[in-house]
C-alpha cells in the first residue's frame, strides 16, 4: 500500500566517527536522544560516510603508488593519481573521463563519479590527505545495521524495520544533486508495479519504482550535505505488508540497470 | 537552513480532471478536504498528469499524420508512427532510439523517454487512443497553481509557498522511477552549497543539491503512480527564508545540466 503520510526527522548529535565504532550503536543512541523508539514500517536512512568511516575505509593518499593507468587518467581528469588509483581500485569499468570528472562503474554496479570517494568530511592535516571510500560492501553494512538497531530496540521479536545506507550523487542530464540508496536492508528496493490497473483499467505504462532511491533523495532533504552533522534519518510511515517476502528483502543491486538493458554506457 | 523534519501527506479525492480546469481549484478543494490549510514554507507538488489534462495537452492519435522521420523511428522503437510523431512535435533532440525506447530532450531541456508523453491515465477506448503530453511550460503552470493556492488561502498577503509540477521517470544505469521536478514557482530547483565548510572546516566538495527533484521524488513515495488517485502531496517543514531572492524564485529549467557539461548524449 502507498502511505498516505510519511514524516522524515533528521537525526543528529553523533560523535566524531572512527574506525572501529558500531554504527548501529551510533544510529541507536541517535534514535533514543530523539527520544524515538523504533515501530514496524520505519526506515532509517543513514549517510554512507559513517558507515565507511566506522568499517575504517579510509585510504591515506601518501600510502597509494599510481599506477601507469592512474597517471595518464589523473591527467586527463586533473585529479591526484594517488586519488585515481583509489577510485580505480574500487572500479570495474571507467564510464566517463574528462576535465574534472571521473565517472566510474563500482563494484556494486553503481555508476558514480570518483567512485563515491569523498575527501570532504574526513578529518584531515594539509599534508596528509586522505580519501573515504563507499563501505566494502553496502548491503552488507545496511543488514548489520538493521540487526544491530532490531537487537537495541527489544529484548526478542523487534520491530520490522528497513536501513538504507546513501550517497548523495550527480546524475546525467540534471544539475544538482540527489539521494541514492547504495546499501538496502529489510525493505523493497524497486516495487514492482507491473499489471496494476491505473485509474482507467489500463495496464499502468511506468513498470516499477525506484522506491528506495526516493527514500534516500527524501532523507537528504533533513540530512543536509554534512556540514549540518546529521548523519541518519528516520523515515515513518511506511509499509509493505503487502508485497511478496523476496521484494521486502531488497538489496541496492535490485536499482543497477542490467548492462545490456543500459543505453549510456 | 536543512529542516530537521518534514512531513509528507498526500491529497486525494479529487474528481476526473477535463480540460478547462483550474487545476488550483482542484489542489486548493483537496488541501480542504484534507482539513489542511497552507503555511509558510508548504510546499505542493502536484502530477504533471492532471496539470496536462487540465490544460487539455491531450493528442488523439488518429489526427496525427506521421512524418517520415516518425515512421522510421516508429520502426525502429517498435512504437505507433502517430505516437513517435507527437512526441518528435515535443523535443528538440533525439537522444536514443532502440527496440522499446525512445529517448529524447524535450523543449524544456528535459532528457525523457517518450518525452514524458503518456498513454495511461488518460480516458480511452480502444478505438480512439490518446497521448497526454507534458504541459507547455510547466514553470508558468507551476506559477499559475501558486497563484490560484496564495488567492485561495487568504484575502490579501498569503502564504509564501512553493510549487512543484512533478512527473516520474525512468534514469540513466538505474532500475525503477523517481520524481522529478518539471515545474517549479516560488522555492529553490537547486540549493548552492559551494563555499559551506563541512565539519571539519574544509570547503565541501559536492557543490549543489537538486532539492525540487528530491522533494519531487519524496513526494512520489506518497502519491504512487496513479493508480490511487492522489495526483498531489503536501510538503510541509521547509524553509528558504535564509536564501537568496533569486534562488527563492527557482525555475525547472535550473535542474537542466548544459549541453557543453553534459556527458551523456
Known amino acids: ?42 526506515v532509517l536512512v543513514v549517510a554512507q560516510k559513517i558507515v565507511s568511516k566506522a568499517e575504517g575505509r579510509i585510504v591515506r593518499l601518501a600510502d597509494v603508488a599510481p599506477s601507469p593507468r592512474a597517471i595518464e587518467l589523473a591527467a586527463r ?33 553503481i555508476v558514480l563519479a570518483n567512485a563515491g570517494a569523498d575527501m570532504s568530511n574526513v578529518e584531515h592535516d594539509e599534508e596528509d590527505d586522505h580519501l573515504l571510500l563507499l563501505p566494502e560492501d553496502p548491503d552488507a553494512s545496511a543488514d548489520r545495521l538493521r540487526a544491530a538497531l532490531v537487537a537495541r530496540a527489544s529484548g526478542g521479536g523487534g520491530p520490522r524495520i528497513g536501513v538504507i545506507v546513501a550517497d548523495s550523487v550527480g546524475r546525467a542530464w540534471r544539475e544538482g544533486t540527489v539521494g541514492l540508496a547504495i546499501g538496502v536492508s529489510g525493505l523493497p528496493a ?67 540497470r542490467p548492462r545490456q538493458r543500459d543505453l549510456f554506457r
Do not use: N, Q, W, Y
Open 77 to 109: 581528469t586533473e585529479k591526484d593519481p594517488r586519488a585515481v588509483e583509489a577510485i580505480l581500485r574500487e572500479s570495474v569499468e571507467v564510464v566517463r573521463a574528462a576535465p574534472g570528472v571521473l565517472i566510474v562503474e563500482t563494484r556494486h554496479g
Open 1 to 42: 500500500m502507498t502511505p498516505s503520510e510519511l514524516r522524515i526527522r533528521a537525526l543528529a548529535g553523533f560523535p566524531p566517527v572512527r574506525p572501529g565504532d558500531d554504527p548501529g550503536e551510533l544510529v541507536a543512541d541517535a534514535i533514543a536522544r530523539a527520544r524515538e523508539s523504533l515501530r514496524d514500517g520505519d
Open 190 to 256: 524497486r516495487l514492482d508495479r507491473r499489471g496494476e490497473p491505473d485509474l482507467f483499467g489500463r495496464a499502468l505504462h511506468v513498470t516499477e519504482v525506484g522506491i528506495a532511491d526516493s527514500i534516500a533523495s527524501a532523507a537528504s532533504i533533513v540530512m543536509g550535505e554534512g556540514a549540518e552533522g546529521r548523519p541518519a534519518a528516520l523515515v515513518r510511515g511506511l509499509s509493505f505488508e503487502d508485497r511478496s517476502e523476496a521484494e521486502r528483502a531488497g538489496r541496492a543491486r535490485d536499482l543497477v
